[in-house]
């Protein structure tokens, strides 16, 4: 089924930028999963292919040359690009590689990438935190003390619980972050929790303590604790040759 006769089957109009959004889905998973055969195809076949305008197509191939994933040649068109020219920074291109291979190799060197990020934003926030962000962060690691009980969800809170230090480090490129980590930790809290049990409550209220007390170097070191600890559990999963689903 096209793309336009799935809007029309919605009972509405199509609207272009929602077209061009979900060809820009459509397309993004089959380059990241490998499912092209031969040359990427010109914008005139794929319009013809998903049913739409040529405009809502050659938009939503910009999308995706933007993340890397094409890039337009002269006198060859458009080719899909190799891996170590995606994007993987974007959270689309991320959250298209979890769909394709979730492995601890990827989940290695996505805790690896967080040791770069978390521990100095912890820093930032024990330094620059309002009440207001402390609060918010405080509120993470009170649902994942009700989750243990089974009130919420465990994984929502802990995403929650990281992205307020993002927040709370005052800094607008750690914000850049949020979608990223709320991206991947979605797939590594869940592998954590499933292999080495529920998240480690004390290593977390670590973390929310010496943000509290304005402990910078506290809070850089409770958090690498945190992540090293996931990093060990990954490492004890590759040895009994766990692989996550």
Do not use: C, Y
């Given at each position: 089924m096209t793309l336009l006769a799935r809007e029309a089957g919605r009972g509405r109009r199509p609207a272009s930028r929602n077209l061009t959004h979900e060809l820009r889905e459509t397309l993004g998973q089959a380059i990241?999963?490998?499912?092209?055969?031969g040359p990427f195809p010109t914008e005139f076949e794929l319009?013809?292919?998903?049913?739409?305008?040529?405009?809502?197509?050659?938009?939503?191939?910009?999308?995706?040359?933007?993340k890397g994933l094409l890039s337009a040649r002269r006198r060859v068109g458009t080719v899909i690009q190799p891996r170590e020219?995606?994007?993987?920074?974007?959270?689309?291109?991320?959250?298209?590689?979890?769909?394709?291979?979730?492995?601890?190799?990827?989940?290695?060197?996505f805790t690896e990438l967080r040791l770069a990020i978390e521990p100095t934003a912890a820093r930032l926030a024990a330094l620059n935190a309002t009440r207001q962000?402390?609060?918010?962060?405080?509120?993470?690691?009170?649902?994942?003390?009700?989750a243990e009980s089974g009130e919420g969800s465990a994984l929502e809170a802990d995403i929650d619980f990281h992205v307020a230090i993002l927040a709370a480090a005052a800094n607008p490129f750690y914000l850049q972050?949020?979608?990223?980590?709320?991206?991947?930790?979605?797939?590594?809290?869940?592998?954590?929790?499933?292999?080495?049990?529920?998240?480690?409550?004390?290593?977390?209220?670590?973390?929310?303590?010496?943000?509290?007390?304005?402990?910078a170097d506290g809070a850089d070191l409770a958090m690498r604790v945190l992540i090293d600890n996931v990093l060990a559990l990954i490492r004890r999963a590759s040895a009994e040759g766990f692989e996550p689903a």
């Open positions: 990241v999963g490998e499912r092209f055969e319009a013809k292919q998903h049913g739409l305008s040529r405009s809502v197509t050659r938009e939503a191939v910009k999308m995706l040359t933007a020219r995606w994007n993987l920074l974007d959270p689309d291109v991320l959250r298209w590689l979890l769909q394709r291979e979730f492995s601890l190799e990827l989940l290695k060197h962000s402390i609060a918010r962060i405080a509120e993470g690691l009170t649902r994942m003390e009700a972050f949020e979608e990223l980590i709320r991206t991947a930790l979605s797939r590594s809290i869940a592998f954590t929790n499933h292999f080495g049990g529920t998240a480690n409550l004390k290593e977390h209220g670590d973390v929310l303590r010496a943000i509290a007390a304005q402990d």
